[in-house]
């Protein structure tokens, strides 16, 4: 059972680039999100979507766009890298009534 | 929005030693959890909490869930080196559609 699969695990970026980060979930979750983590900061929401055909903005949307393509897979898109998106990016999991949230292992962004 | 404050930043201690740390929220939550990040890992969750006043236990890990709802904390008992990691406590309310505000994080490092 993978659980919650991110690619890549890592990249680095020049300022303008574009880039997708992928994400899928195996346990039939209705409920997806997108984080970002920052040194000595805890994990900030980008966006999430409750449930397949829904998405919604979190704490920090600017920048970026996001596509539940169905159940499984929820992507982010950087359309223009910036250096201040350098950051780990995390996608997680889980249902609206469980309140666990099931991470993937994390996708290391540079932009240069 | 809302904001959730964790202390202590880090903690260096030793074998052995128990460990207290803590989260405070200027709203109130219906739903509190602690996770724990390994490094290059997402978080996996080690305790959730559902009801103001309750105490829960997982091994050597105790978690309660203040009674006003705006604080909880976590503590470690007989720490191993294994307990080195990030410890991010999280807060939920109903409105958020299984959304968590994530605190700072608290480093544990434990010398042998």
């Known amino acids: 059972n993978a659980g919650v699969t991110q690619t890549p695990k890592f990249q680095v970026l020049k300022t303008g680039q574009s880039m997708t980060l992928q994400c899928a979930q195996d346990?039939?979750?209705?409920?997806m999100y997108w984080y970002r983590q920052d040194p000595g900061m805890g994990l900030r929401l980008i966006y999430y979507s409750a449930s397949e055909g829904t998405t919604d903005k979190g704490e920090v949307p600017n920048g970026y766009n996001v596509s539940r393509l169905n159940k499984r897979e929820f992507s982010l898109r950087l359309e223009s890298a910036a250096p201040s998106q350098t950051s780990v990016y995390f996608c997680a999991s889980g249902t609206v009534m469980n309140t666990e949230a099931f991470f993937g292992q994390g996708t290391r962004l540079t932009v240069v | 929005g809302q904001q959730l404050n964790q202390s202590p930043q880090s903690m260096f201690i030793q074998e052995g030693e128990d460990v207290s740390m803590n989260c405070t929220s200027s709203s109130i939550f219906n739903t509190w959890l602690w996770y724990k990040q390994d490094p290059g890992e997402g978080p996996v969750l080690l305790i959730a909490l559902y009801k103001a006043g309750e105490l829960t236990s997982n091994g050597r890990l105790t978690a309660q869930f203040g009674i006003t709802r705006k604080d909880s904390f976590l503590n470690i008992s007989a720490s191993i080196p294994s307990d080195v990691g990030i410890y991010f406590c999280a807060g939920q309310d109903n409105t958020n559609a299984g959304k968590s505000t994530f605190g700072d994080g608290t480093t544990l490092t434990v010398k042998p």
């Open positions: 346990m039939n979750h209705n409920s």
